[in-house]
Every structure is written in C-alpha cells, then in structure tokens.
C-alpha cells in the first residue's frame, strides 16, 4: 500500500463553495488542543480564564475547555472555567474532550450537575452508548443528581450534552 493510499492530503481537495447567507460556527480548542504539547508552558487557570473571556469578546460560538479526565489540574481547570462561564453570563457554548470512558465522562457529568451548565462532548456513537450504559449503572442510580442527568442530543450523529436538569 502506498503513502498516497493511506494519507489524506486536504491541500489538494479545493475549496468547498459556501453558499452565500451561510453561518459558518467557531469551536476553538486552544485551551485543550492548543496546549497539549508537553514542551509547551501550560498556562495558570488565571491565563486561561483571560483567554477565555477574548474568545467570548470575539464572538466565537463554541470553546473546549479540556479533558477533566486527564488528572486534577485538568478537572480544576475545566470546573473553574465552567464556573467562569455561567458567572458571567458567557455566550459561548462549552464543550469537552472525553473518550468513551467513564473516567472521562463522570466528570463532565459531575461539572454540568455543580455548574448547572450544559456541556456538550464529541463522538457521538461512543460517547452516547457510554452515558446510556453509565445512565442505567447502580453507580449513576446512588446519587440523586448523577440520576437527574439528561443526555439530549445537539445535533444527530455529532454532538451530545449533558445537561445539568
């Protein structure tokens, strides 16, 4: 099998037309993919709180605020940024990086529960099958407002939210 065969070269597909009247959205990952280089200085929640209140005076429609999973600096991070959206009343539409594990998925759920805020996650399939599964667990039934969350899909086969109702 050749390079060719196996890589995808975007350069050489043009430019798809967009149709005039068109709303193009905006979902920057800087606070997650921006900063996942380990060579790279990871900024102090307080930086990361002043980005994201320039991304909301851009008006960019979405922001990854992280991988809580990843460890307590990262689940610190994405509360306190959760925190800061719903305290100032931010258009922005949050969302999270998850595998479809429950390490991953719990603490989203547990965010959007303490922060009232919907948080949306990526990869549809996975992710909602694991939130079926961990909606239906005795774990999910033993606490009230883990048993509360509402998985409501955003748009079909691409986004689901996990909603603090």
Known sequence: ?????????????????IPPGTQILVNDETLRDGLQNPSIHDPSIEDKIEILHFMEAL?????????????????QHVEALAREIVACHMRIRPNCAARTMMIDIQPIAEIAQETSLGIALGDPAGVRRELDAWRESAVALSDPRRRAALITPLEPDELVEITPE
């Open 1 to 17: 099998m050749s390079e060719n065969e196996l890589i995808y070269d975007w350069n050489l597909a043009g430019a798809v037309p």
């Open 59 to 75: 008006g960019i429609d979405a922001v990854n605020i992280g991988l809580p999973g990843a460890g307590p600096r990262a689940l």
